[in-house]
Each structure stands twice: as structure tokens, then as C-alpha cells.
């Protein structure tokens, strides 16, 4: 980085860490924080989406729709994510590469599975053998985002259900007797309603979530954690000009920083959407801005 | 376009299912020095990589290197994410029942063991090594008391922070550490020669890359390439073929 790093082993404590700091691993792991904040922003969403479908068949009047969204909310919920983020995603990768499998090459005629090995014609790979390592890591972030927004989806779907029921019953009922739809109560009454039941339990989630980003490396995706645990290790000369022992206490110890920071930001920012969230509404807050504000 | 892709798909048949793709995939640990670590520039370096590039370049395959942690690195393998272990793997008949091996390119190896204190019994005392390890086999029949660790790294520590009396691995992964330790780790015991070397490992489908691949270990066997990058990585007393 700096032109005077080229021997490390001769510069005074400032210099050596000014160059120790920039180093090529070292820049993998700034990017890594941005990788992070990308999954999060991408993940949250989405898994916000599939909770809400999740909740919407959960309590669906058709009956199998109702089945398939208790199903998922109770079997995701109950299968560890270790096992979810080992398991499913490779069965999850295969899938992709299967159904591919079955439309473009179909003149293949060796089996799929031989003996543990799973093979697909070179045609089918996802992505494809010769594509650039980027593109593959890219595929496994999209496969992080998946099963990231399938778990927590399951997680937010069964919060968002409760949140719905702890809608005052009273509320849908006088938009009944308006002459609303089915549909148009859901969405003008409850729906608009249910975040503030909802919130506390999604916040909950959202910080778990925060937390849960160590599960990446499963995916071959190097994330903060992976970053400084390796470059926290012990470094012996030869292998490195930045020869250190065991620093993976500091390195911890910044992400301890990192990760409380960012709590302390959203619990922030979900404090005031809570506060705007409650405004207008019929519960103890809600009732409590009403008559803090002079009318 | 979609005539050019069925024609290509047909001469991937023709031509077999390893040679048809000349990008091939390396997975390895980069966590194990000097077979495989991540160097100052954040790329796989180490003996390893030498000998992975000069092997590509003879079977005139498009090398891509790819990390994966230790613990799910053969079923990465066998699901297609990448199409070798390259990562001091050593051949062991339990694995071979899962994938392929090429012959080794590098000799069996020395485990060795590492202490603070040269009184530790290392017959039972308490010893770190890596999870699903030939290391980690080796000390459960031993009667001593295993603690397994995820990564290579973790198991020098806690013989530092106390944890375990002693760490059980490969001793060219040991003795860089206890050369940099300044008398801090010494070698207790004797060396424990185990496993069948350290091979590539490869799909058991793979025939035709396994082939490849071990017909270019064969010439760098006999040209003594092998031989001069064991001595540059691992030093002048170092077995070589």
C-alpha cells in the first residue's frame, strides 16, 4: 500500500501497522463488512416477505393453503439452522441443477446420483464450470439470501400471525359492518394494524439476524467472522512479513465493537418506528401520545 | 445459439465428462501452513498452490482456486461445488470409501506432538487436534482424552491458553510454530508416522481427471519438481521420492 512497506520488519510500531493494516487480506476483510450489510439489507426484506406470505396462508380459509403455512411455519421453525444451512442448501443447489439437468440435456444417460457423488452434465452446473469464481460466489449469496429468508421467514411468519390475531376483534368487525370485503378488511384494517403488535417480535428477529451472518462461511462465503479468526491466528515468519501471535482477541474484540454499534443503531431506528407505528392506534402507547399531544 | 450449445453439449459427450471442462475447480483449507495458507495478498499460497499450478499447467487444464472450511469439505466435494481437495488431505481407507484419491505428492507423513512443558505423558493426557483428522482418529484409540477443534489454529491455542496438554498433527504444520514460539511449545513424545500420504482427492466419477491428474504427478516425480518444491516449502530435511 504504502511505499515504505516493503520491509516491514525495519519500521517503527506506526509504520508497521499502517502497512499491517492494508494489506490485500486485510482489505477482504473491510469489503466483508459490506458483504455483510448487503445480506442484511437483502435478507431482511425478503425474509419480511416470506413471513408475510407465510402468515397470509397460515390463516388462509382454504384449507390446504392453511396446512402448507402452519407446515412451514412449525417445521422451519423446529429444524436447527446449522442443519438447514448444511443440509438444505446443498439439497437446495441440487435441485437448481437437476431441473436443469432434466431441460437441456436430455440425451444423457448415466444416472444422476452414483454412489454419493451427484453429477449433472457440465451444461446443467450452476453456475456453469468455467464461470469466473465471482460469479459463483455470487450464486452463493444468492443461495444465502434463500435460505437466510426461509429461515427467518418462518420465524416472522408465526410473529406476524399473532401480530394479526392481537388485532382487536372490534376493528374488523366495524369495517364489516362498513360493507368491507374479506380482502378490503385485511388490507385497510388489519394489515395496517398488526405492525405494532408485530414490531417487538420482528426487532427481536432483525438482531438475531444481525448475529446470524457466521453461518455464511457454511456457504463458502467469507464474512467478518471468518476474516478474523484468520487473520487473528498466529502468523509464523515465512509465511507472512507481518509475523504476529495469537491476536484473535482483538480482532474479536473489534467485532464486539462492530456488532454492539450496530445494535445500538437499530434499536434506534425501531424505536422510532415504533413511536410512528403507535400513533393513531388503539393500544396503551397509542393512547399515551394522544394525550401527550394538546389538541 | 441453442444449435451451438446441443453441438457443444455433444462434444462434451464425446470427449468424456472431465476433459470436456478445462476449468477445474481446487478446493482447499487455506488455513494450514506451509501446505495451504492465505497470504498477505488475501491469495491461496503454499506448497499446494505450487504444486496444484505446475499440475494444471502440465494437463494444460484452467486451474480455480476455492476455500472451504475443513469440516464440509468432502461433501462440497461430491455435490459439485468444486471438483478437488487439495488440502493436505491424507489417504485414509474411510475416505476412500467416499471419494477418490490420486496417488500422493507428498510422502506419508510425521504426526508429531506439541507441549508448553516437555513432562506432559502424552498417553493420557488431554490432546487438541482437528476435527475428522487422521490426527483426531489417532488420539481417540490412544487412550489419551481428545478435544477437537474446527481449524488448525484452534488447536495450538489451547495448548497456549491451557486447554489442552498437548496438540497431535502433521509436524511440518507444527514445527514453523514451534520455531516462531521462542521455547514457548517444544515437541513432546515421538513422531507418529500415519496415513498413506497426502493425495488429491477427486469424485469417485472423476476417473478421467484422476488419471490426469496422476499421470502429471508421475512427471513431476520424475523431473524432480515434486522434490524441489517439498525442499522449498517444507526444507532441506524433508522426505522427497
Known amino acids: ?51 408475510f406470505l407465510g402468515a397470509m396462508a397460515a390463516r388462509s380459509h382454504f384449507l ?19 442443519v438447514f444451512f448444511l443440509f438444505f442448501v446443498i439439497a437446495l443447489d441440487q435441485a437448481f441443477e437437476w431441473m436443469r439437468h432434466q431441460v437441456l440435456c436430455p440425451g444423457w444417460d448415466q444416472p444422476i446420483w452414483q454412489g454419493n457423488d451427484f453429477i449433472v452434465c457440465q451444461a446443467a452446473k450452476l453456475p456453469l464450470g468455467t ?11 444468492g443461495l444465502a439470501v434463500i435460505t437466510f429468508a426461509i429461515v427467518f421467514g418462518a420465524f416472522a411468519a408465526n410473529v406476524l400471525f399473532g401480530g394479526m390475531r392481537a388485532v382487536p376483534r ?21 394489515v395496517p394494524q398488526m405492525w405494532v403488535y408485530a414490531l417487538p417480535g420482528l426487532s427481536n428477529l432483525w438482531m438475531v439476524l444481525i448475529k446470524a451472518t457466521p453461518l455464511l462461511f457454511l456457504l463458502g462465503i467469507e464474512d467478518i467472522v471468518y476474516w478474523a479468526r484468520e487473520l487473528g491466528g498466529t502468523k509464523t515468519p515465512g509465511f507472512t512479513s507481518f509475523p504476529h501471535g495469537d491476536w484473535r482477541m482483538w480482532y474479536f474484540l473489534f467485532l464486539l465493537i462492530f456488532y454492539l454499534g450496530f445494535t445500538r443503531v437499530s434499536e434506534v431506528v425501531l424505536e422510532s418506528l415504533m413511536q410512528r407505528l403507535t400513533l393513531g392506534q388503539a393500544t396503551a402507547g397509542g393512547e399515551a401520545q394522544r394525550k401527550a399531544v394538546p389538541r | 445459439m441453442k444449435k451451438l450449445i446441443l453441438t457443444t453439449a455433444a462434444l462434451a459427450f464425446s470427449a468424456g465428462f472431465a476433459l470436456a471442462q478445462d ?15 492465505i497470504n498477505d495478498a488475501g491469495e491461496i499460497d503454499g506448497f499446494e498452490r505450487d504444486v496444484g499450478d505446475e499440475l494444471c499447467a502440465r494437463a494444460s487444464l484452467t486451474c480455480e482456486w476455492v476455500k472451504n472450511d475443513w469440516d464440509s469439505i468432502i461433501p462440497n466435494l461430491v455435490s459439485g461445488n468444486y471438483d478437488t481437495i487439495i488440502a493436505g488431505m491424507s489417504i485414509t481407507d ?37 476435527t475428522a483428522t487422521i490426527q483426531a482418529g489417532h488420539v481417540a484409540e490412544s487412550g489419551a482424552t481428545l478435544v477437537e477443534f474446527a481449524t488448525p489454529e484452534e488447536t495450538v491455542a489451547a495448548v497456549r ?68 518444491l517439498l525442499i522449498k516449502w517444507f526444507g532441506e530435511g524433508t522426505t522427497t521420492y
Not at chain 2, 25 to 30: H, I, K, L, P, S
Request: hydrophobic share 40%.
Open chain 1, 1 to 51: 500500500m504504502f511505499s515504505f512497506c516493503s520491509d516491514p520488519d525495519a519500521l517503527d510500531t506506526v509504520r508497521w501497522f499502517s502497512c499491517y493494516l492494508t494489506t490485500g487480506v486485510h482489505m477482504s476483510f473491510y469489503v466483508a463488512f459490506f458483504k455483510v450489510l448487503l445480506l442484511l439489507a437483502v435478507t431482511a426484506p425478503v425474509a419480511l416477505g416470506f413471513g
Open chain 1, 64 to 82: 390446504p393453503l392453511r396446512w402448507f403455512g402452519k407446515a412451514y411455519i412449525s417445521l422451519v421453525r423446529g429444524v436447527p439452522d446449522i
Open chain 1, 131 to 141: 464461470s469466473p469464481q465471482w460469479m459463483h460466489q455470487t450464486y452463493g449469496f
Open chain 1, 170 to 190: 372490534a376493528q374488523l368487525e366495524t369495517a364489516e359492518a362498513y360493507g368491507m370485503s374479506h380482502r378490503q378488511t385485511f388490507w385497510r384494517v388489519l
Open chain 2, 23 to 37: 476449468t477445474v475447480r481446487m478446493g482447499t483449507e487455506g488455513a494450514y501452513p506451509p501446505y495451504n495458507f
Open chain 2, 94 to 130: 474411510e475416505r476412500d470409501k467416499v471419494i477418490d484419491f490420486t496417488q500422493d505428492y507428498y510422502p506419508p507423513t510425521d504426526s508429531a506432538y506439541v507441549a508448553a512443558s516437555d513432562s506432559v505423558d502424552v498417553g493420557s493426557a488431554i490432546i487438541a487436534a482437528q
Open chain 2, 161 to 228: 491458553n491451557g486447554e489442552a496438554d498437548a496438540v497431535f498433527a502433521d509436524y511440518d504444520y507444527l514445527l514453523p510454530l514451534v520455531e516462531a514460539s521462542g521455547g514457548e511449545l517444544m515437541f513432546v513424545g515421538d513422531p507418529v508416522p500415519l496415513g498413506g500420504g497426502v493425495g488429491m482427492g477427486l469424485r469417485e466419477s472423476d476417473t478421467e481427471l484422476r488419471d490426469t491428474f496422476d499421470a502429471a504427478i508421475t512427471s513431476m516425480k520424475e523431473d524432480g519438481t515434486l522434490n524441489e
